[in-house]
């Protein structure tokens, strides 16, 4: 019997790197979005990626900006799915980094809890992010997660108050999501006010890995956002150049420019 | 047909699968919701804003000439005749009175075939409130003359490029902009769809369809309540309206969908826009459009107290075609002299349909809820007829 409270894979790997005073990097990519797409996990990892997220699209992804929005319409229209996707990991067996998947609620339930978290498990998923279940509705999903061996990671935005704060960093695996402002995925010009209070307000109830994810595209953001989180998310500013035709060496290059810049500070 | 309460739930469905970034958003709606219908004050403001603008209470029409047609005793109520032609002006008035009473100074709203957002429009500027409505340019392009008139009024109209560029990514889209200002802006769902406490608000809003309903037949019904209760069904919101007057009755409910957009009929169990109801899905769990003559009814989920009501056996979910529909529109106008809008023809179509069969049967007293006039669907009408 696993012990649920004990931290799972994803958390002990961002820990472990954490603790060697390094700011976590983990980049993004949308699952199917080119014929070769698995490349680019390799290429992150040897830019110096400490996790993955992978994005299984979904047909209405309504927390999502413009460009995810455009890479989960590409990815569908090549024909992507949640199954194809993680049969196309059999490629990339042995990472040496976590893959932790995102996607919406509907396509877990269109499964079924049970089933969902299994077959991420089979594929070498350790880590789920629903940017759709709540805290308050995550109850179905909590145990069935916790038994598959997935880690289920719950985020925290700028308007959560005290209370419910504190109940999503109890109760996220992994790490806790900081939505770093009010608003969508996608690139902005400067880190919001809100990223540092919320990384602030989330650490005083937990010392869980803390990253901070939503605008953060540029070497300075990341630079910036490493001096009071644990590390970023870097989502938008990978999928336009990927949309934009860059290859896996070209975003190895571009992820080697905000790992330096997180391990300046 | 209750309050869903703390965790707004409707059986398994309902709930608020909403982003972090708009729980608490959702909560403030809630509790102000919660707060203005317990006030006399506000349902005195709301009742006169429904009596002196949108001109309630609307008639109960019996259709004499097609009644003796079909053999049974159709009553029409009207909600065609309400200021901006359709029921939604119920549900606008209400939120944009609870949106000022909040503080807020703008309203969002997503629209379909425009008349959703022509009724925020039309609050807005009854209010003295800002309103941005999302419409996808399939629609803009096919609704041209609704467009103009939110243009009109005061409105922002901002086309929606994404996905089928409809109602569900116009919806999608108003979801998008609203984290970025929950703050100075309320979002005016036009449907029984979305987070808590949005099913169960609208629904509350929509009753006085119901409830003026309910009184019209006790008055004019021999038996004093139909045996059939009638609505046509996109998210839900004129038949949630309908059915909740009559919810302690023995009167049978019928929803009738679009056959290309039958969430209640053939949807499966999902989440979408925040609720936990039956959507239209392929086999990966992607969402399939919808697709319907009536843009109204082009919606791929309902609303989640239909997908209970149709667990429990409460109201059933049928279908009606394109066909179907504009034939019972071409029918209605020509034995009664009202031109329906082609969502309320759906209704009508099952009607027609079933009288003086086993679901129908001869003599029955039937309540269909018309929910708008057809004025909007004329160009479209014009091609078919």
């Known amino acids: ?265 | 047909m209750g309050d869903p309460r703390a965790r707004g739930r409707f059986g398994e469905y309902g709930g608020r699968y909403a982003p972090e970034s708009l729980v608490e958003a959702c909560r403030e709606v809630d509790e102000a919701f919660r707060e203005a219908r317990a006030d006399p004050g506000f349902r005195g403001a709301l009742a006169e804003l429904l009596a002196l603008h949108a001109g309630r209470p609307t008639p109960l029409t019996p259709a004499r000439r097609l009644s003796q047609e079909l053999g049974v005793r159709l009553y029409l109520k009207r909600e065609d005749l309400t200021h901006t032609g359709s029921h939604k002006i119920n549900n606008v008035l209400g939120q944009a009175l609870l949106a000022a009473r909040m503080g807020r100074r703008r309203l969002i709203a997503e629209t379909g075939a425009g008349q959703h957002g022509v009724a925020t429009a039309t609050a807005a500027a009854l209010l003295g409130l800002e309103a941005t409505v999302f419409m996808g340019e399939r629609d803009i392009e096919r609704q041209a003359l609704n467009v103009f008139r939110m243009r009109m009024l005061g409105a922002e109209v901002i086309p929606v490029t994404t996905g089928s560029r409809t109602l569900k990514d116009a919806t999608s889209e108003a979801m998008r902009h609203w984290v970025g200002v929950t703050g100075d802006s309320h979002y005016c769902v036009g449907s029984v769809i979305g987070p808590d406490p949005y099913p169960w608000m609208v629904r509350e809003f929509q009753r006085v369809i119901g409830d003026e309903a309910r009184g019209q037949c006790a008055a004019e019904l021999r038996t004093g309540v139909p045996d059939h209760v009638v609505a046509c069904v996109g998210g839900g919101s004129n038949a949630a309206g309908t059915f909740a007057g009559f919810a302690d009755t023995s009167a049978r409910f019928v929803g009738v969908e679009a056959e290309g957009g039958a969430g209640a009929a053939r949807g499966r169990l999902g989440v979408l826009h925040g609720c936990r109801s039956l959507f239209l899905q392929d086999d990966d769990g992607q969402i399939v459009e919808a697709h319907s003559i009536a843009a109204g009814l082009d919606y791929p989920g309902v609303g989640p107290e239909h997908a209970h009501l149709r667990d429990l056996g409460r109201a059933r979910y049928v279908t009606v075609t394109d066909d179907e529909a504009v034939g019972a529109a071409v029918r209605l106008a020509r034995t009664e002299g009202i031109v329906p809008a082609l969502e309320s023809a759906h209704a009508l179509a099952w009607v027609i349909r079933a009288a003086g069969g086993g679901d129908l049967p001869a003599g029955s007293t039937v309540l269909m809820t018309l929910s708008g006039r057809g004025d909007k669907d004329i160009s479209t009408l014009k091609e078919l007829v």
């Open chain 1, 1 to 265: 019997m696993t012990n649920i409270l004990a931290p799972g894979a994803v958390e002990r790997h961002l820990r472990a790197r954490r603790d060697t005073g390094r700011g976590l990097l983990m980049p993004y990519v949308t699952g199917g979005v080119t014929p070769g797409w698995t490349r680019y996990l390799k290429a992150f990892v040897e830019a110096g990626a400490d996790a993955i997220e992978l994005g299984l699209p979904f047909s209405d992804p309504t927390l999502d900006g413009a460009t995810i929005q455009q890479a989960s319409d590409t990815a569908l229209a090549r024909g992507a799915s949640t199954r194809r996707i993680l049969a196309d990991l059999a490629e990339v067996r042995d990472l040496g980094v976590p893959l932790v998947a995102s996607t919406y609620y509907n396509l877990v339930l269109h499964d079924g809890p049970e089933a969902f978290c299994a077959a991420l498990r089979r594929a070498g998923v350790s880590g789920l992010i629903v940017p759709d279940l709540p805290v308050h509705e995550a109850d179905e999903m909590t145990d069935v997660a916790a038994a598959a061996g997935v880690e289920l990671v719950l985020l925290a935005s700028p308007a959560t108050p005290r209370e419910r704060l504190e109940e999503i960093s109890r109760r996220s695996r992994g790490f806790v999501y900081a939505v770093s402002l009010m608003g969508t995925t996608g690139e902005r010009a400067a880190l919001a006010a809100s990223a540092a209070e919320l990384t602030a307000r989330i650490r005083r109830g937990t010392d869980r890995p803390v990253l901070l994810g939503f605008g953060i595209s540029t070497p300075d953001q990341a630079r910036e956002a490493g001096r009071y989180a644990d590390g970023v998310v870097v989502g938008a500013a990978v999928m336009r150049r990927v949309l934009d035709g860059a290859g896996p060496d070209d975003l190895r290059a571009f992820l080697a420019t905000l790992r330096r810049a997180l391990d300046q500070e």
